[in-house]
């Protein structure tokens, strides 16, 4: 990583695509 805010940028992106995959996760135990 070049600087604090590209560091930043990559782990919200992370952050979002974990949270994200958990909800998806959720909802299709949900649906089973």
Same mark, same amino acid.
């Given at each position: 990583?070049?600087? !604090?805010?590209?560091?930043?940028? @990559?782990?919200?992106?992370? @952050? =979002? =695509?974990? @949270? =994200?995959? !958990?909800?998806?996760?959720?909802?299709?135990?949900?649906?089973?």
């Amino acid at each position: 990583m070049q600087n !604090k805010h590209e560091c930043r940028l @990559f782990l919200s992106v992370q @952050f =979002f =695509f974990q @949270f =994200f995959l !958990k909800e998806d996760i959720g909802y299709a135990e949900n649906q089973t």
